[in-house]
């Protein structure tokens, strides 16, 4: 759990980065205990979920019961298939081809569709993209390291089909984030 | 509370005024009408509302709505099963006699309406029979439940299923029963007596008899979050329609040949749009909607009153720089009319 | 304000805002659906929009609230007191020093930078109702991207008054995808829309829609190669307090039944006086 006012700073952070993409926001450094190295994209998970949505871990490899068991007791969310989940949280910057699985909207109703929240090394090194579109002035270069490039290509072809596609929010160990709307083009 | 049953025409009206006088209560009707729409079962609240409002029931209505929305929500009620209902008014128009025979209630139905300018005298006691008070009333057969032994009743359209919430999920039309009857039972009573008015005058296709119009006490039950034991939490008054969806001359019937049901359960007294409800279940059920009262869209849409009224009112708003730019539309199309001469 | 949450809504509430407002920003111009709750005020002035603040404001924010432009409206303060009972927020009526404004039918003549964020308060949410009375229509329109609907009603117009006549509520193409409907702001603010360094979030309390804009997105209000959108002409006019010339303004009478014409947006026009000492 985390206070209503610790939710109200990371849920304006959250905010300013899917308004612009690529900008890096600082998430304020709240405490807390999950069973996994970076407490970061637990702040966004409590903050955004409830018994209203559903959620799904990727890629957690020893403790992903514990992990879906913290999240569910902190937040009153339960665990869905991955075809049904609101929320994915993915460790190791891979869903291993499993992006085609999630829910990416209907025209009628493209906002139905997932949240991704990766858990990655380090944002502001590492792999550099060239991204575009919707809350960027022209073009913004944006790096991150410990995100495959495959799931980059993946995303991409998931969100090629606009309005429907992922939306994605990039969680480092600092607190730093980052966010790739299925609005933003992705070049590399 | 003493149980008096009745017999007879006469008697039943002399007893119906006496038992208004028994239930009178400043405003009764108005507080029931305020808790159905304010969708909030609060007696003392709701006369608090109508008193703080001056008698403005909308007004009223949307006190408690609002009141309603700071709530803390625990969980939902066990269904409620009307048979167990402690009745105190039943009628049936389908059949003239039916089990456990026809109770007048209290009501103003067979009353001539006529302005009494003194309080009306005090009704004497003429010794009426009377059941044992101690006794517990014994339960009504429902009326459906008889026609549905004898094969008369069609299936619901729908599977029974988890009832949708519109306090809290968005409406996104064609709209499961569970949903339309929400909307309903937290509608505005005039809107939707105009609507099924319309009906029943042509503008659509539903015109019912009466199978059951209930009025009684029901009681309101929980799981205990510890025992999940079913416990009682309290009683509700609720006023309930079970309208066979066939009117005079016109037998409609289902795809089977049997007669469908339209449902109407409202919060306190309010045969009007108890009756009115069961009507719009029925038009809005319509696959091939021709008339308003059929247009899901329409009806559902229109029937709120907190927010067709906060809608309606806010022209009172100021609207002067909208007004600004339609001016200077207006300029522009009489320049280019000018223009033309 | 005791006996009721910070910034008035529950938590749950506040999160299931927060959550459609992110796909809002994501699906730029759709109109996402959410459970709008009842609010103390009533709908059709300001329920919307007053959620949408509740879900973002914190207390670091300053809050600015217009109506028609002006920070004096009635109803703006009646809003502006809601929100500070329940949050104790600082508020203003200086564009720059706000960091969310909740306006009805203006965007502040002054520009507004990327730390802020404007809330319009949107009555009606879909820009094709004028042309469907369907909302299942008009979603399917949205979903195939068919317009067409829109565009035979702007011709008809021509064909009638020579003009396209819309006033306010002036159809918006959204990142070359949505038909957008900007809420009833005059066609003086559509441009302020395109390209804004700010973000501009828009919710119907009513009609149970959220959409957004997000900064630096294309708006392009619809238009004829030979009948262009053009924006209110004042006929050089000047407002009678400040006198500018270069700010949406009002028609009104002085005390001596003149017309005069006045700056809609109060706060900048008695900005403007103050610098120049009148």
Redesign the interface.
């Known amino acids: 759990m985390i206070s209503i006012f610790d939710a109200q700073l990371v849920f304006r952070k959250v905010l300013d980065a899917m308004a612009r993409p690529g900008k890096v926001a600082k998430l304020p450094d709240i405490p807390l205990n999950p069973p996994a190295e970076n407490k970061y994209p637990f702040l966004i998970l409590f903050t955004l979920l409830d018994h209203e949505v559903g959620f799904e871990v990727l890629g957690a490899k020893n403790n992903a019961e514990e992990i879906s068991r913290y999240i569910a007791s902190n937040t009153g969310s339960s665990e869905s298939s991955l075809e049904n989940a609101d929320f994915v949280l993915i460790y190791g910057g891979s869903s291993g081809g499993r992006i085609h699985e999630m829910k990416q909207g209907t025209l009628e109703y493209p906002d139905e569709s997932v949240t991704l929240i990766y858990d990655v090394e380090r944002i502001g090194t590492g792999m550099l993209l060239m991204i575009s579109g919707p809350g960027i002035r022209a073009e913004r270069k944006v790096a991150i390291e410990g995100i495959e490039e495959e799931e980059i290509r993946d995303m991409v072809r998931v969100n090629s089909e606009f309005p429907l596609g992922v939306d994605a929010i990039f969680s480092d160990r600092c607190g730093n984030i980052l966010a790739m709307p299925r609005s933003t083009k992705v070049r590399w | 509370m003493g149980y008096v049953a009745v017999k007879g025409g006469e008697d039943s009206i002399k007893n119906a005024k006496k038992l208004i006088e028994i239930f009178r209560r400043e405003n009764r009707l108005a507080v029931d009408q305020v808790m159905g729409e304010g969708s909030l079962y609060a007696p003392k609240l709701a006369e608090l509302a109508v008193k703080q409002a001056e008698g403005d029931l909308m007004e009223a209505s ?1 006190l408690i ?2 009141y ?3 709530l ?1 929500r625990i969980g939902y009620s066990e269904p409620i099963d009307t048979r167990d209902m402690f009745v105190i008014r039943r009628i049936s128009s389908t059949f003239k006699d039916i089990p456990g025979g026809q109770i007048l209630g209290a009501t103003r139905d067979y009353t001539q309406r006529l302005l009494e300018f003194e309080p009306s005298e005090e009704v004497e006691d003429e010794g009426e029979e009377s059941s044992d008070a101690s006794e517990y009333p014994p339960k009504f057969e429902k009326v459906v439940d008889v026609m549905r032994k004898d094969g008369l009743i069609a299936d619901p359209s729908e599977k029974p299923e988890e009832p949708f919430d519109i ?8 709209l499961p029963r569970s949903a339309r009857l929400q909307a309903l039972a937290r509608g505005e009573s005039g809107a939707m007596l105009a609507l099924a008015y319309s009906s029943l005058r042509g503008y659509g296709s539903v015109h019912p008899t009466i199978a059951e119009l209930r009025v009684g006490y029901v009681k309101v039950k929980i799981k205990h979050p510890y025992t999940k034991k079913e416990v009682s939490i309290g009683e509700i008054l609720v006023t309930e329609c079970e309208g066979i969806l066939s009117g005079v001359g016109v037998t409609t019937l289902s795809e089977d040949v049997k007669f469908s049901i339209g449902y109407g359960l409202v919060f306190g007294q309010n045969e009007r749009k108890a009756i009115s409800m069961a009507i719009l279940d029925g038009t809005t059920n319509i696959k091939e909607p021709k008339a308003p009262s059929e247009d899901q ?1 329409f009806v559902f ?1 229109h029937i709120d009153g ?2 067709a ?6 022209l009172k ?13 207006a300029k ?2 009489k320049e ?2 000018n ?2 001469l | 304000m005791k006996g009721y949450s910070y910034a008035f809504l529950d938590e749950y509430t506040k999160r299931e805002i927060r959550r459609k407002i992110l796909k809002a920003v994501a699906i730029p111009g759709y109109q996402v659906p959410f459970a709008s709750r009842e609010m103390p005020i009533a709908k059709g002035w300001g329920t919307g929009g007053l959620q949408v603040t509740l879900s973002l404001i914190g207390d670091s924010d300053v809050l600015k609230v217009i109506d028609q432009g002006s920070d004096d409206s009635v109803n703006a303060i009646n809003i502006k007191r809601l929100v500070q009972r329940t949050t104790d927020v600082k508020l203003t009526k200086d564009t720059k020093e706000a960091t969310i404004i909740q306006t009805r039918h203006r965007i502040p003549e002054e520009d507004l930078n990327e730390d802020q964020i404007i809330v319009f308060q949107v009555p009606f949410p879909e820009p094709l109702r004028t042309v469907e009375p369907s909302e299942q229509l008009t979603r399917r329109m949205h979903a195939e991207k068919d317009y067409s609907k829109i565009w035979l009603y702007l011709y008809e117009n021509i064909v009638q008054y020579g003009d396209i006549t819309f006033g306010a509520r002036y159809p918006v193409m959204v990142n070359d995808r949505y038909l957008m409907d900007p809420s009833p702001i005059p066609r003086w603010d559509i441009p302020r829309l395109h390209n804004a360094a700010f973000l501009s979030l828009f919710c119907a309390g009513r009609e149970k829609r959220v959409y957004a804009i997000p900064p630096y997105t294309k708006v392009e209000p619809l238009e004829f190669e030979d009948y262009k959108f053009e924006v209110e002409n004042f006929d050089g006019k000047v407002c009678a307090m400040c006198g500018s010339d270069d700010t949406f303004l009002t028609k009104s009478v002085d005390e001596r039944g003149n017309e005069i014409w006045l700056c809609s947006d109060t706060s900048f026009c008695e900005k403007r006086r103050r610098e120049d000492g009148l």
Request: glycine share 4%.
């Open positions: 949307f709505r609002a309603r929305s700071t803390p306090t809290r999920d968005s409406l996104q039309f064609p869209e849409y907190v927010d009224m906060g809608f309606v009112e806010h708003l100021p609207h002067y720089v909208t007004f600004q730019s339609s001016l200077d539309r522009k199309a280019v009319k223009e033309g």
